[in-house]
Every structure is written in structure tokens, then in C-alpha cells.
């Protein structure tokens, strides 16, 4: 699959097969991650992989929408710096690599979806990460319940035309 395909066609997968990931997927998928950009290559972010089920469980509790990490084959947790005055660019980077991570899944047929960490302070205690560092982004990989979401054509209607959203040298 190229690229554009990936991006175009991927999903957000939130319901899993209970198929364990190969660890080469898992590898590949963290290496995705590691390989993505990030403002002046500072690549701020640490990685917790979590594949143990009660582990997951919990970590499905840390946020309001955050329940599909409970059926996920792993959770990858980003971690990144507690430093208020880079927060925006930290969490674009984190954008970057959480993307990164998702279209090397789409890519292997491993589903996704994201999540947002609503309390950090609990996913921190529950994973064991020192102080100095903030957990608001997760993510669910796992094989599709539904087999059909990775080959689905892109639904009509489900994005703004581009033309509504692009200006062209001035608004």
C-alpha cells in the first residue's frame, strides 16, 4: 500500500479480535514511532507497550473514551516531558509519532485508534512513570473485530471538501 492510499483509506479500529500481535508487528509498529519527526529532532517522547490484559483494563479506566484499550492487543503509551511552557509543540510531537505509529499498523493490517489520557497522575501510578514526565496519549492496536474495516472504501461525506478549508496565499 503506498502512502496516500494508507492515509486516505485508514480507520479508526475500536473493537479487537483477542489475537495477540506478533512481536515483529509490535517492533515494527514502535519503530514507526521512533523513526517520526519531531521539532527540532528533539524526539521527546518514551514509549510503554503494554500487552498485559489487566494492565490494559486499567488503563481503559484513565479516560472518559479510553474503554477500547481494555480489548486492545497492545497499548502504547506516549510519554513526554511535564513542561508546561513546550506543552503545544510537545503535543504536536506526539501527534507525529502517535500518526507514524498508526499508518505502520494500517500497513501490517493491525487496527488502531487513539486515546486521550484524561488522568494522567493515575496512568503514570498505574505504569510506573517517574515524576518529570506526563502521560496523555494512548493508543489501542489489535487485529479489527470486523475484518471489512481495513479494505472499507472511505465513506462519502465523511470529510470537508477541501475547498471549504484551503486559502490560497491570504484567507
Request: with cysteine; charged share 20%; net charge neutral.
Given at each position: 500500500?503506498?502512502?496516500?492510499?494508507?492515509?486516505r483509506?485508514?480507520?479508526?479500529?475500536?473493537?479487537?479480535?483477542?489475537?495477540?500481535?506478533?512481536?515483529?508487528a509490535?517492533?515494527a509498529?514502535?519503530?514507526?514511532?521512533?523513526r517520526?519527526?519531531s521539532?527540532?529532532?528533539t524526539?521527546?517522547?518514551?514509549?510503554?507497550?503494554?500487552?498485559?490484559?489487566?494492565?490494559?483494563?486499567?488503563?481503559?479506566?484513565?479516560g472518559?473514551?479510553?474503554?477500547?484499550?481494555?480489548?486492545?492487543?497492545?497499548?502504547?503509551?506516549?510519554?513526554?516531558p511535564?513542561d508546561?511552557?513546550r506543552?503545544?509543540?510537545?503535543?504536536f510531537?506526539?501527534?507525529?509519532t502517535?500518526?507514524?505509529m498508526q499508518?505502520?499498523?494500517?500497513?501490517?493490517?493491525?487496527?488502531?485508534?487513539?486515546?486521550?489520557?484524561?488522568?494522567?497522575?493515575?496512568a503514570?501510578?498505574?505504569?510506573?512513570v517517574?515524576?518529570g514526565?506526563r502521560?496523555d496519549?494512548?493508543?489501542?492496536?489489535?487485529?479489527?473485530?470486523?475484518a471489512?474495516?481495513?479494505n472499507?472504501?472511505?465513506?462519502?461525506?465523511?470529510?470537508?471538501?477541501?475547498?471549504?478549508?484551503?486559502h490560497?496565499?491570504?484567507?
Amino acid at each position: 500500500m503506498n502512502v496516500l492510499d494508507a492515509i486516505r483509506l485508514k480507520r479508526s479500529v475500536r473493537r479487537f479480535t483477542s489475537d495477540p500481535l506478533p512481536g515483529e508487528a509490535i517492533r515494527a509498529i514502535l519503530n514507526a514511532g521512533r523513526r517520526a519527526q519531531s521539532s527540532k529532532n528533539t524526539q521527546p517522547w518514551q514509549f510503554v507497550a503494554v500487552t498485559d490484559r489487566d494492565t490494559l483494563t486499567q488503563l481503559s479506566q484513565t479516560g472518559d473514551f479510553a474503554g477500547h484499550l481494555a480489548g486492545a492487543a497492545l497499548g502504547v503509551v506516549i510519554v513526554t516531558p511535564d513542561d508546561p511552557e513546550r506543552r503545544e509543540w510537545l503535543m504536536f510531537d506526539v501527534g507525529q509519532t502517535a500518526a507514524y505509529m498508526q499508518l505502520a499498523a494500517w500497513e501490517l493490517g493491525i487496527g488502531s485508534v487513539i486515546a486521550t489520557i484524561y488522568h494522567p497522575d493515575q496512568a503514570q501510578a498505574i505504569l510506573g512513570v517517574p515524576v518529570g514526565y506526563r502521560c496523555d496519549v494512548a493508543l489501542s492496536f489489535g487485529y479489527p473485530a470486523d475484518a471489512t474495516a481495513l479494505n472499507a472504501p472511505p465513506k462519502q461525506g465523511g470529510r470537508n471538501p477541501l475547498d471549504e478549508m484551503v486559502h490560497r496565499e491570504r484567507w
